[in-house]
């Protein structure tokens, strides 16, 4: 039974720099105690990008040294915060300067592509037509494999919305599906729009993470409230069967303790 992550919109800051609404931070420092105490422990985490606020080499190379506190491999995915050589510099990641960071691994019998669907200077997202070549490629090489996909913008399933940032662009869109049909993708995870959002597009489950700096609250539109909120999902996979679980991370009040035994007992 796979378990993985998906963490988002990490949005961390060099120290000394002004934080971004929140301290990012300590926030991560919050998901690596909970990734230490949670049974059973993941496989691997996903980070479905918008890494660092400013996408400088500082807040790079201090997320990775924060990172090195969690035992388990994460997969890193870019958003519109981020920026490619500054990610590379900061990780000592392999690739050219400015190329999408494009990569896949197998891990726990899971074929897991993370997609770069920033698109340099604009918060919309997209895709070059090289990279679904390339995601076509890898699905080829690893045929009949379950798959889950890390991209920051989730697909673009409201073909009236007016605004043309939260989600990947519609060609790319339609692109991504064509190349996935008939594939076992088990769930994409996304982030982005700093909510908890959950999408069935096209049969597949889209996860939409609100991430680690601050959430939207969506009853308060057209206008935006951004509030305090951050967490992660928990992802356990059965077969084809997905379970995820919200998590937060804030320093929620304790009510009320119940033992395991005293579950158990439950009828
Ligand atoms: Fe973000």
Redesign the pocket.
Known sequence: MPRFLHIT?L?ITAPGDALAHTDTSATFARLVDAVGRLRPAPDFIVASG?LTDLGDVAAYRHLAAMAEGLAVPVVWAL?N?DDRAAFRAGFSAQGAGDAPHDHDAVIAGLHVIALDSSVPGLVSGGFEPAQIDWLVARMQAHPGLPRVLAIHHPPRIDPDMALRWPALDASSTRALAAAIAGQEVRAILS??V?VNRMLMWGGVPVIVTM?Q?SAIDPVQEPEWHVVEGAGFAICDLYGADLQVTYAPLGEARLLHRITEDEARAYP
Do not use: E, I, P, W
Request: aromatic share 0%; net charge negative; proline share 0%.
């Open positions: 919109d949005h918008d958003g915060h982030g982005h700093h991430g700096q």
